[in-house]
């Protein structure tokens, strides 16, 4: 979100705002939908549950994978971030060598001790949540002071251009860009299946949602009004970080900028601790090779972090290759991914709602507007798909859908063929610190320590101690 907003906001101006609420409002229907599901059947871990219970195998099986292929994306995508946030101290730094870096050290952490992991996360938790806040407050600031002279006025929204300078067009161009920020939405309802009360912490959790929206939304209405005038050179930088540089304040510039930074590192090292954990339970289902199983003494997943690595670090050659559209191409097919997440969710919880309907079953948290609400998503969905075809540099990912897809196929059909027996895969937590060697985990004892829940690129950090111990 602190990277993609510099083009939104360029090419939507202060419609960013009108965006952002339109894509919040699906992203909060989809909550919902996951929601509903999660308060009936609360089971810790994906939701690829309910793909497997109510949809077929194929549905569960490809939902495991598509969310593992998401985050190392995700993953990629952020380490690009830091290469770019780092060139704005030293411009002759190429990103890929930056993303190269920090990858090593970051994958170096994560192999050798999890508490280590822990603690830093935890206060790069602190560090981006007290930024977000700082910059609504600056926003307001700005806005209602002469600090920063006449220029910077509410009058921004619909002067400099218009509210949409770019009219609809612009701002339909960019609802793709504004998805990305919008994912991980669907892990706030994953992990509140673990509270003690998931009767109640799940519609609390989900219904908090729109609140932290109606936040970040405030806060793009502050920089949009500011930064309505943004030429193009500037954007590849954070807006926020130009607006202090514009100012002449370069102490808070540059220490803004080390904010994002931590920010994105945040985000990587949550990814290299989530996707290593997400392969561990996909090898646990079923679904991938057994030899991912390996742990090492104190626990860590060393095979799923190895293998998550060597795909993570193809951002490293991409951006070696293409520095320049890295990052967008990267964007867009994390959107992609995103885009097959959330249709499968939404189809899930309509066959769901069907089936709880048969059996004369009256939810306790019913979505809203089913199934027009499903159907509403849905068409959504094709519509950031169609726009991602019109986009240059966004088609190829749309185009890579019905590939991955059929690679999924392929990987079930395998699968299937090698299975000894017809059990159905066992549904395990994604986000987890793996057993001990020759430790068996019962159904009782799903660890939920270091959950984490990533609201546009704001990560949370829960500590629970494991069940037992």
């Known amino acids: 979100m602190f990277l993609g907003s510099a083009s939104v906001i360029q090419s939507a101006g202060p419609g960013i705002i009108l965006g952002y609420a339109i894509a919040g409002f699906i992203a909060f229907l989809i909550m919902r939908q996951l929601g509903e599901m999660v308060v009936e059947e609360p089971v810790a871990g994906s939701f690829s549950h309910f793909a497997y219970k109510y949809w077929g195998g194929f549905a569960g099986f490809a939902s495991g994978w598509n969310y593992w292929v998401l985050y190392v994306l995700v993953a990629m995508a952020e380490l690009t971030a830091v290469g770019k946030y780092i060139q704005f101290w030293y411009p002759e730094i190429p990103t890929w060598a930056s993303a190269a870096a920090f990858f090593v050290i970051i994958n170096a952490i994560n192999l050798t001790n999890v508490k280590v992991f822990g603690e830093m996360e935890f206060w790069f938790a602190i560090i981006k949540v007290i930024a977000v806040i700082a910059m609504i407050l600056f926003g307001a600031w700005l806005l209602f002071s002469d600090t920063a002279g006449p220029q910077a006025t509410v009058r921004n929204l619909w002067e400099q251009g218009g509210f949409l300078p770019h ?30 009360n998931p009767e109640q912490s799940i519609p609390k959790a989900t219904n908090q949602v729109i609140y932290r929206i109606l936040i970040f939304l405030y806060r793009l209405a502050g920089g949009s009004a500011f930064a309505a005038a943004m030429d193009a050179r500037h954007r590849r ?10 100012l002449g304040d370069t102490f808070v510039a540059n220490a803004l900028n080390i904010v994002v930074l931590t920010a994105a590192l945040s985000v990587y090292n949550s990814c290299v601790y989530c996707n290593s954990r997400m392969l561990f339970g996909l090898a646990q289902q079923g679904n991938a090779p057994k030899a991912l199983l390996n742990v090492d003494k104190r626990g860590v997943p060393v095979s799923s972090i190895l ?3 060597v795909v993570t670090a193809l951002c490293v050659l991409l951006n070696y290759l293409a520095p320049e559209s890295a ?12 885009v097959i997440n959330w249709a499968m969710i939404s189809l899930a919880h309509m066959m769901f709602r069907r089936a709880k309907q048969q059996q004369g079953v009256k939810t306790r948290f019913p979505a809203l507007f089913y199934p027009f609400g499903n159907v509403l998503c849905l068409l959504f969905m094709a519509a950031v798909l169609i726009i991602m075809l019109m986009t240059p540099g966004m088609a190829i990912s749309v185009w890579l859908i019905p590939v991955w897809l059929l690679i999924l196929g392929v990987g079930y059909l395998c699968k299937e063929k090698t299975a000894k027996n017809g059990e159905s895969p066992l549904i395990v937590t994604l986000l987890f610190r793996p057993p001990r060697p020759g430790r068996v985990l019962s159904a009782s004892q799903f ?7 990533h609201i546009s690129g704001v990560i949370l950090l829960r500590k629970k101690k494991l069940a037992g111990e």
């Open 447 to 453: 660890p939920t320590y270091n959950h984490f829940i």
């Open 327 to 338: 990052f967008g191409l990267l964007m867009a097919l994390v959107v992609s991914a995103l």
């Open 307 to 309: 293998v998550s690595a």
């Open 167 to 196: 009219g609809w067009t612009g701002l339909v161009m960019m609802m793709a860009i504004i998805m990305f920020s919008f994912g991980g939405l669907e892990l706030v309802g994953i992990t509140a299946a673990e509270a003690d």
């Open 237 to 246: 930088y954070q807006p926020f970080v130009l607006i202090f540089h514009e």
